[in-house]
């Protein structure tokens, strides 16, 4: 067997760094645009798509399906469905909001 050669401590430096680099870009890329943004409270004149909901409210998609579901009143325009922000506060005053749940998280492996 071959001797065992001494470690290099600039090479172990440029490593952690390379480490350190990679694991600031993982944790960039978990941020989402919704995080960017303060959130906004609900507008009753305003119409709201599920994109809008998520980007300025904080309401994701799953919680959009599942209050529609629900009997939240959409208005279907195209491709789109839109929610009044009117409709929206009356369905979360109503108690209904707050039975929407979210989906058990995934176990990683």
């Not at 749940?101 to 990683?108: D, E, F, L, V």
């Amino acid at each position: 067997m071959p001797p065992r050669t001494k470690p290099n401590p600039q090479a172990e430096k440029r490593r952690a760094e390379r480490l350190a680099e990679k694991a600031a870009k993982a944790a960039m890329n978990l941020r989402t645009k919704a995080d960017d943004k303060p959130r906004q409270s609900i507008d009753p004149d305003k119409s709201y798509t599920r994109e809008s909901l998520e980007q300025e409210v904080g309401l994701g998609n799953v919680w959009f399906r599942e209050a529609v579901k629900k009997g939240l009143p959409v208005k279907p325009a195209g491709r789109f469905k839109f929610v009044m922000g009117s409709d929206l506060i009356k369905f979360i005053n109503s108690g209904k909001g707050a039975a929407v749940s979210m989906p058990a998280a995934k176990k990683s492996k």
